[in-house]
């Protein structure tokens, strides 16, 4: 008789569960990451037929099927799913909340990102300039969802425990994520960062002076910091 491995139970509980779960949240997250360009191709086609200036930029372009590209006026969103799944870190409040505090496994998200870019940044191959994190959206193995970001981000929608995705949300998340994108306008850099420039920086670009550009948002996203609230 196979003397019982508590060490191999435990390890097939994990992947029954733990492992499952996480590919639940994936395969969910993709899901609605292909809602997300069904929408925005909609959103912008909607547009168009009331905007007709050929100088504005309206368009959607695909990377991949992980990340897309909304260029809107002189601003473009990047829209990117991330392939891994995330636990909330131990400290984060949410935890102390009644629907965490039932099941754990609540507390574990796709996630998809929202950058916010120049358009000219990349038509011009800009690589020294800037973007920003302006929103990121959350999505666990219940469908459950939140999102926080800037502007309306931040706060429309912090209800986990009772926010479920649909196409109306998906197309307001976008629209306002479109809004807050062109609101904010480019802010002309502090003349002591920008007084010297190197020959190599001049040839770069013929007459254009290879010099970092960005919104300036005030704020950002640290790459360490996973907290929601």
């Known amino acids: 008789m196979e003397k019982k491995n508590t ?3 435990g390890i097939i509980d994990l992947l ?3 492992a499952a779960m996480k590919q639940d949240i994936a395969d969910y997250s993709e899901k609605v990451f292909e809602h997300f360009k069904e929408i925005t191709k909609n959103e912008l086609e909607t547009l168009a037929k009331t905007v007709s200036d050929d100088r504005v930029r309206m368009k959607m372009e695909e990377k991949g099927k992980h990340e897309f590209r909304v260029s809107i006026g002189s601003d473009v969103l ?3 799913l991330h392939r891994n799944v995330f636990r909330l870190p131990d400290d984060n409040p949410l935890w102390k909340t009644p629907y965490l505090e039932q099941n754990g496994a609540n507390g574990f998200f796709g996630m998809i990102n929202i950058y916010n870019f120049l358009a000219e940044s990349f038509e011009q ?3 020294n300039d800037a973007g920003y994190l302006i929103g990121r959206i959350y999505l666990n193995h219940e469908e459950r969802f939140m999102v926080e970001g800037k502007g309306q981000l931040g706060f429309l929608f912090r ?3 009772n926010s479920k995705m ?3 949300i998906i197309r307001h998340i976008l629209q306002v994520s479109m809004a807050f994108a062109i609101e904010f306008d480019l802010i002309t850099p502090p ?3 920008v007084q010297q420039v190197s020959v190599g920086q001049i040839q770069m670009i013929s007459s254009d002076l290879q010099v970092a550009t960005g919104k300036r948002l005030g704020f950002k996203f640290s790459a360490e ?3 929601v609230y």
């Open 191 to 193: 003349y002591d960062l």
């Open 78 to 80: 990047v829209f990117q």
């Open 7 to 9: 060490v191999r139970d």
């Open 225 to 227: 910091d996973n907290s």
């Open 166 to 168: 649909n196409d109306d």
């Open 16 to 18: 029954l569960n733990k």
């Open 125 to 127: 191959n800009r690589m």
């Open 159 to 161: 209800d986990l425990a």
